[in-house]
């Protein structure tokens, strides 16, 4: 064996224990970001649109009859006209859910926050767009509006969905 092979394993096995479990890549490498450590992916899919979402685990009663989410999907477009169709048919579909009330309006450009009802359930959504690469980025956030978790489970949500979109921005 040569000694770039016999060189190369061990550092391949280095970086591949270095690499943490909550670092996701899509779209060929150009979007990336971390998820805290305690969010389970539950759904994958490759091709167009690529979609991961992730399970945030709610300690509560509440997660008996409730599923918090977190999708991030990357769908390709052709450009920024394009980028805005995707946008506006996902308002569209968003105004569709049952009992859909816009929340106050964010400071972000592309976002939207919205409340509707999943199961007889209220759930807060929060959605963040992003166009870069001709890719269209959505990030999307939904957890029960209310938890018996209480509110520290809800802004550590919170916080896990404001880090996704900080490595989205970059």
């Not at 970086?15 to 759904?43: E, K, R």
């Not at 509006?145 to 921005?169: R, T």
């Given at each position: 064996?040569?000694?770039?092979?016999?060189?190369?394993?061990?550092?391949?096995?280095?970086?591949?224990?270095?690499?943490?479990?909550?670092?996701?890549?899509?779209?060929?490498?150009?979007?990336?970001?971390?998820?805290?450590?305690?969010?389970?992916?539950?759904?994958?899919?490759?091709?167009?649109?690529?979609?991961?979402?992730?399970?945030?685990?709610?300690p509560s009663p509440t997660a008996g009859s409730t599923l918090a989410r977190v999708t991030v999907t990357v769908k390709q477009v052709a450009?920024?006209?394009?980028?805005?169709?995707?946008?506006?048919?996902?308002?569209?579909?968003?105004?569709?859910?049952?009992?859909?009330?816009?929340?106050?309006?964010?400071?972000?450009?592309?976002?939207?926050?919205?409340?509707?009802?999943?199961?007889?359930?209220?759930?807060?959504?929060?959605?963040?767009?992003?166009?870069?690469?001709?890719?269209?980025?959505?990030?999307?956030?939904?957890?029960?509006?209310?938890?018996?978790?209480?509110?520290?489970?809800?802004?550590?949500?919170?916080?896990?969905?404001?880090?996704?979109?900080?490595?989205?921005?970059?």
């Amino acid at each position: 064996m040569s000694l770039s092979r016999t060189l190369f394993l061990p550092v391949l096995l280095l970086l591949a224990a270095g690499a943490q479990a909550n670092d996701v890549s899509m779209a060929g490498g150009t979007v990336n970001f971390s998820t805290p450590d305690n969010w389970q992916g539950i759904l994958e899919t490759q091709g167009d649109p690529e979609v991961h979402v992730f399970q945030v685990p709610d300690p509560s009663p509440t997660a008996g009859s409730t599923l918090a989410r977190v999708t991030v999907t990357v769908k390709q477009v052709a450009d920024l006209a394009g980028f805005q169709a995707y946008l506006g048919s996902a308002a569209l579909k968003a105004k569709s859910l049952d009992g859909y009330r816009p929340a106050a309006a964010g400071s972000e450009p592309n976002s939207f926050a919205y409340t509707a009802q999943e199961n007889g359930a209220a759930f807060s959504y929060r959605e963040r767009y992003w166009f870069r690469n001709n890719h269209a980025i959505q990030l999307r956030c939904v957890r029960p509006q209310q938890s018996q978790a209480g509110a520290a489970w809800i802004a550590a949500f919170d916080k896990g969905c404001d880090q996704v979109a900080a490595g989205l921005q970059q």
